[in-house]
């Protein structure tokens, strides 16, 4: 009986140990399906992950235009919701690269950059498809897009530097 509970002891401490050493990261949304999960968590270079990331996001982008055309609001929600999240891990993914991947980190955030500007107008068109009741929902869309795109450029052109408050550090004379 002893043995017994020593080993017992031993996979309750390894299994403890399993969960502490887990990787620390960006978390998918939860709304993603599953299937779209594993495409993304199979890209192990950081530009194809984001990459996928990206593609999936654009699906759902296109999806909200579509089911809002079709007076869907609900679900065009949803789907927007979906977007922004992806684009928010997108971001994070990027940002937890470790320093020593400075140039995987660079093509990331140069593809953020792009995307989302490239998003712009079909992120306007969603918007401009749904009713007032839902602009919360456009509105973060919006403005998290924004700010994470400038942060983007920002790092990539200035290393962080170009776009710091106006008032910040400065003496008035």
Known sequence: MPLRQIHLLLVTLILGALTVQQPKGPKLPEE????????????????????VTFKISDAHLGTALKLARESQYREAADDLNLYT?????????????????RKERNQCLKLIEQRLFRQTR?????????????????????????????HALDD?????????????????H
Request: aromatic content about 4%; cysteine-free.
């Open 85 to 101: 999240e992806l684009v928010v891990y997108a971001d994070a993914y990027t940002r937890q690269l470790p320093k020593e991947h």
């Open 156 to 172: 990539l052109l200035g290393g962080g530097e170009i776009l710091k408050d106006p008032g910040a550090g400065h003496d008035e």
């Open 122 to 150: 079909l992120l306007e068109a969603v918007t401009m498809e749904m009713p007032s009741n839902y602009y919360q929902v456009s509105e973060r869309a919006a403005s998290t897009t924004k700010r994470i795109r400038l």
């Open 32 to 51: 993603l399906s599953e299937a779209e999960g594993q495409r993304i968590l199979k890209e192990h270079h950081p530009k194809s992950h984001v990459e």
